[in-house]
């Protein structure tokens, strides 16, 4: 039997076999990310690889540098579980202490805890998506997120802010669920959940305040109001601080003496560009998402046709796919937390970190996908998806790159590459060829001293000079019984302060003078000489 010809006009084209394996591939997000039964699982595996890919970024992005003094700090704080450190409540400390229980003390596991709190943070905002919007649109928002900088490389520190990415969103699910079902039960959750985010750090009094004014201007106020929801949550939230409020007082509030000493007492023009600087912070962070969701909804159909693309996705009409009752409490919780500490900043005249946003805007992507008139095609799951795969993917291949430029070309070289590391591993020598035994104290400023207790195998406690607000993980009684390094950073403008306090509780310390410096991909950085004193222990 001859073997039969195919005309050219019957043999599929690589084009076309191209484009139906992304329809199918296409096809397939959108049928995992819908399907009520197999999409927690799927968000939970895309939180994963974010988590992974994300992490492994950071490993390289950051391998010119040690940990940012923060992550040190949760570090520090978690080697001695206090009901509060001097600045902030315990919890991130509290979680530092329980992950390097896991994990050994190493660059790598800080990025994997950052990385995991945020993916835990996106899987949460689905679970308050889902309860606003249908199953498109709720996975169409995580992507979103995942796209934002606060949720990828502004997110490589572990602190109390970056938590806060898991404890509002917690307390803003909480809300939607005690709203909805108006029980006694689920108010409990949402005072536990108001809790918990106390004890993450007090700027989330402004989304408590945002949640409570959602609850007063809704139009469904009086059924959640008359119901035992607000009140059984005002009484958990009130019982389960009384612990941290005892705590508080025992310790004169420090946190809040710490906070009016460092923030408060700006002039009028001092804070005025402060907030300004905060509001364009936190929308330029924000354009990146909004843009690239907008070029994921319209496609390619913009160029051929800019009002057939924009009304395929913008249409009057009823929108089963928003629940409105719940749509509207998120707009009013957005709103009030976009407004109301800028405002406050001005009014108080406090200093406005451009950080402290980092906890507030996770809502804006579902505000804006809560839109009634505002359509998602199934494509544009996929599209989404393909963006944040493509930027990730790309960043990954740019890290080595950015962090040698980083080190090569950063005008604050001697503060970010500084070899803390180094200096940690060269002072715990030190200590021990003089007095064979464990280096327990380091008295430095934050940004030298939480290192230390970081990189040094015997992780001493921290001493920060003058500080009204102690951490109470040790105190200078102790090191002086204990003995202590001392170390003053030559670079730094406290000097003259730094030398005064060693001249006063180190009378008898042995001083040297020790040079660090970093190489990385055989570029040298900042050397960088460190003043230290040794003070022995008391006999």
């Known amino acids: 039997m001859a073997p039969t010809l195919l005309s050219s006009a019957t043999v599929p084209r690589r084009g076309a076999l191209r484009r139906l394996s992304l329809r199918r591939l296409a096809a397939w997000v ?39 003094m923060d992550v040190a700090e949760a570090f520090a704080w978690g080697q001695k579980f206090q009901l509060g450190y001097g600045k902030h409540p315990p919890l991130a400390g509290w979680i530092a202490g329980l992950w390097f229980d896991m994990f050994p003390v190493a660059d790598w596991a800080t990025y994997l805890l950052a990385m995991t709190t945020l993916s835990i943070g996106l899987v949460i905002s689905w679970l308050i998506a889902i309860r606003v919007v249908d199953y498109r649109r709720a996975f169409f928002v995580v992507v979103m997120l995942a796209i934002y900088p606060i949720f990828n490389f502004k997110g490589f520190k572990f602190n109390p802010d970056l938590l806060q990415l898991v404890a509002l969103p917690l307390l803003v699910l909480a809300y939607l669920n005690a709203f909805e079902k108006r029980s006694a039960l689920s108010g409990l959750w949402l005072g536990l959940a108001a809790a918990l985010a106390l004890m993450t750090k007090y700027w989330v009094l402004t989304m408590i305040g945002a949640v409570g004014l959602a609850a007063l201007i809704h139009p469904d106020r009086l059924k959640f109001l008359r119901s035992p929801a607000p009140w059984v949550a005002i009484a958990a939230a009130v019982v389960a601080m009384i612990p941290h409020l005892l705590w508080l007082k025992e310790v004169d509030f420090a946190p809040l003496v710490y906070a009016g000493d460092v923030y408060g007492n700006r002039t009028r023009a001092e804070s005025a560009m402060l907030v300004l600087g905060y509001v364009e912070h936190n929308l330029g962070l924000l354009v990146l998402p909004v843009v690239l969701a907008g070029v994921a909804l319209v496609g390619t159909g913009l160029v051929r046709g800019p009002k057939v693309a924009l009304a395929r996705i913008w249409s009057r009409g009823a929108n089963a796919g928003v629940n409105l009752t719940q749509a509207l409490n998120v707009w009013i919780i957005l709103i009030v937390v976009a407004v109301g500490p800028p405002l406050g900043g001005l009014i108080l005249s406090v200093y406005m970190k451009t950080d402290w946003g980092i906890s507030l805007f996770f809502l804006t992507p579902l505000a804006l996908v809560a839109i009634p008139r505002l359509r998602v095609p199934g ?53 021990h060829n003089r ?104 006999k």
């Open 379 to 431: 494509v544009a799951l996929f599209r989404i998806t393909a963006i944040w795969l493509v930027l990730t993917l790309a960043t990954l291949a740019a890290a080595p790159t950015i962090a040698l430029y980083g080190m090569t070309d950063s005008a604050n070289a001697a503060f970010s590459y500084g070899a803390r590391s180094q200096l940690a591993r060269e002072l715990t020598g030190i200590w």
């Open 435 to 538: 007095f064979f035994s464990r280096w327990s104290v380091v008295a430095g400023t934050t940004e030298i001293g939480e290192p230390m207790t970081f990189y040094s195998p015997d992780h001493p406690a921290p001493l920060t000079p003058g500080e009204i607000w102690s951490s109470g993980l040790t105190s200078l009684e102790e090191a002086k019984r204990l003995g202590f390094i001392g170390i003053c950073d030559t670079t730094d403008n406290r000097l003259p302060e730094c030398e005064a306090w060693m001249a006063e509780n180190a009378k008898d310390a042995e001083q040297v003078a020790v040079t660090t410096q970093r190489f990385f991909k055989g570029h040298p950085g900042p050397a960088t000489t460190w003043k230290i004193y040794i003070e022995p222990p008391a």
């Open 30 to 68: 959108m049928a995992a990310a819908t399907n009520r039964n197999g999409a927690s699982a799927f968000v939970f595996g895309f939180a994963m690889l974010h988590t992974l890919f994300w992490t492994v970024i950071l490993i390289n992005l950051k391998a010119a540098q040690d940990v940012h």
